[in-house]
């Protein structure tokens, strides 16, 4: 079990972590789900003693991760940015992490095996690639057998197959009643990795609720209109309690009334109507609505700017 | 990329885990990179050779040499011929001493260290004392090597040998000071956390600030020199104080010794406050 409790980090003037607490449990996987730049990485390195809060605590098993014995036994940890010698080779950089735990070499084989680097774990690491040094830095994260799991965007660089591997891999730990935390920026990896979401936009709680409720509260019914009277009929809408959004293509974009209701008074208003669509907005873009005020834009003095050149989210994904 | 199994690993065995584990695990890391295993290749390599090399010179040159030079090498014959393989070498020492621990920063490879070993100073303490000594033995075994070369080839000019008083602790000495030189470099590049600008100051320190030092007036300038890291430090390695020189052997490695710990004592400060 993961505790945060009103985490904190500043660097310099900007904010990376602002009040944060949340509980991981064991048996399930927990995705950390947030834009980039919403303190994901950062909470990981706070809750694993590389970095320092400014104010707050995090605690593993109700330990500071640095009071851990022997530490990798209790938390795998799988870093966003790489941690490996360029120089050393796979099974050289697992064996001095083994040394440090006293695991035995019998255990580095198996996990080479595992994440199926098997061919190249006697070559240097520097000449890997990217879904290559993920597997390494998931075998590191298994070699002790821990408990928990900190994974940060586990699935980048990773190939289709890998994708589904990891994904699997995951859901397994957590059967086996691990606590799996793992940070993603893709809201749909998550859907289908994910039991339980903690979302974080800009340093703060946005969510933590179950994957379930989060996109049945998230992803709201709307019907998309199409007329030659467009606009007599958006004031209809809007004097009968919906919310009608006309976008420049002509689309009427109704929210707050079943497509019923708008039949309905298109047809008393004597309006034709060329399209009535009812749909449920898709998860990537309930995630980006719902962030969408908490993205971070890089430049910390672009975030003086009201933020009004958000597009409205017309179904393109990402 | 191969097959990838999917069966759950069956628990690994754990041994008890305690500073010697950690001392093994900082070893494995020193000789599974390449760099540095070529760069001990070196200092043996540019040791020997330019022990021969000067003493060879030095011998051949001997009747062409002005008296003064000469009183000075039959004066101390072991300084002559450790220092002439020393001069190049302790770079790469250096060099090392720097990368040992900057390197892990450059590569990221730290958070791994300290995410196996949270409590950094034990890390570092390991890193530490692993390095000085694979210096100290290298570096003795190097002096030994250097001393049997260079003394038959200055035997008709400068006779020394093993028993004579002094000889047998600067040879020793000699891998004394690059044991300590290594741990110097050490300790600047776990400040300065940065590869090329650690050698960068190590180097200044080193080569550098010497020459400069001289180059102050009077007696301020000499006692500036005679008090800077590695020119107290090299001391160790001559059989007799020299008449110029202001501090003893073992005086000088003292203050070697305090320039050390001052930086090791800066180093593990910041190992623990700043984040990795």
Not at chain 1, 24 to 36: H, I, M
Not at chain 2, 15 to 26: I, N, Q, T, V, Y
Not at chain 2, 252 to 269: H, Q, S
Request: net charge neutral; aromatic share 6%.
């Amino acid at each position: 079990m993961i505790e945060a409790k009103n985490l904190t980090k500043r660097y310099g003037d900007k904010v990376a972590v602002d009040d944060l607490s949340f509980t991981v449990e064991p048996g399930r996987v927990t995705g950390f789900l947030g834009p980039n730049g919403a303190g994901k990485s950062t909470t990981m390195r706070l809750i694993l003693g590389l970095d320092r809060p400014n104010r707050g605590d995090a605690t593993i098993n109700g330990m500071h991760y640095r009071d851990l014995p022997r530490p990798l036994q209790t938390v795998g940890a799988l870093l966003e940015a790489r941690a490996i010698h360029t120089g050393r080779s796979a099974y050289n950089h697992l064996l001095a992490l083994a040394q440090t735990q006293g695991v035995g070499k019998k255990r580095i084989d198996e996990v080479i095996d595992l994440v199926g680097l098997h061919e190249v774990a006697r070559k240097r690491a520097g000449g890997f690639s990217l879904g290559m040094g993920q597997r390494l830095g998931i075998a590191a994260a298994l070699l002790a057998d821990p408990t928990v799991l900190i994974l940060d965007e586990p699935v980048n660089g990773l190939d289709p197959e890998g994708i589904v591997w990891i994904r699997t891999l995951m859901q397994r730990l957590a059967s086996e009643g691990r606590t799996v935390f793992v940070s993603s920026h893709l809201m749909n990896e998550m859907a289908v990795t994910a039991e339980h979401l903690i979302v974080v936009g800009r340093g703060k709680l946005i969510a933590d609720c179950s994957t379930e409720e989060f996109i049945e509260r998230s992803t709201e019914q709307i019907v998309v209109v199409r007329s030659p009277d467009i606009e007599r009929l958006a004031t209809a809408v809007d004097e009968d309690g919906g919310k009608a959004v006309l976008s420049p293509e002509g689309l009427l974009t109704v929210t707050n009334m079943e497509a019923a209701r708008v039949g309905e008074l298109a047809s008393s208003g004597g309006i034709v109507l060329h399209e009535l669509t009812p749909k449920r907005g898709s998860l990537e873009q309930a995630f980006m609505e719902l962030t969408r005020d908490s993205v971070e834009y890089g430049g910390s003095t672009a975030i003086a700017e009201p933020q009004v050149a958000v597009p409205e989210p017309q179904g393109e994904g990402r | 990329m191969t097959t990838m199994t999917d069966a759950p690993g069956t628990a690994p065995q754990i041994r008890k885990a305690g500073f010697g584990r950690l001392m093994l695990a900082e070893w494995t890391k020193i000789r599974s990179v390449r760099s540095t295993v070529w760069a001990l290749l070196l200092l043996v390599v540019l040791d020997l050779g330019f022990t021969a090399l000067f003493t060879e010179l030095t011998a051949s040159q001997w009747d062409k040499t002005d008296a003064s030079a000469r009183a000075a090498v039959m004066a101390d014959p072991t300084s002559t011929i450790l220092g002439s393989g020393f001069f190049l070498s302790q770079l790469t020492v250096c060099v090392l001493g720097v990368m040992v621990v900057a390197s892990e920063y450059s590569t990221g490879m730290i958070r791994a260290s300290l995410l196996a070993v949270p409590r950094r100073s034990s890390m570092l303490t390991a890193k530490a004392t692993v390095f000085t000594v694979l210096i100290f033995v290298l570096g003795t075994a190097v002096s030994f090597g250097s001393f049997f070369i260079g003394e038959p080839i200055l035997h008709s000019k400068a006779p020394v040998s093993l028993g004579d008083p002094g000889v047998l602790r600067a040879v020793i000495g000699g891998g004394l000071y690059l044991a300590m030189l290594g741990l110097f470099a050490l300790a600047l590049g776990a400040i300065i956390r940065h590869t090329a600008a650690g050698i960068t100051g190590v180097i200044g320190f080193v080569l550098v600030l010497a020459p400069l030092a001289a180059l102050l007036p009077g007696s301020i300038g000499k006692h500036v020199h005679a008090y800077l890291p590695s020119e107290a430090g090299h001391l160790i390695g001559q059989a007799r104080q020299g008449s110029s020189d202001l501090l003893t052997p073992w005086q000088g490695f003292g203050v070697f010794a305090i320039w050390t710990a001052a930086l090791l004592v800066v180093a593990f400060v910041q190992l623990q406050r700043r984040d990795a």
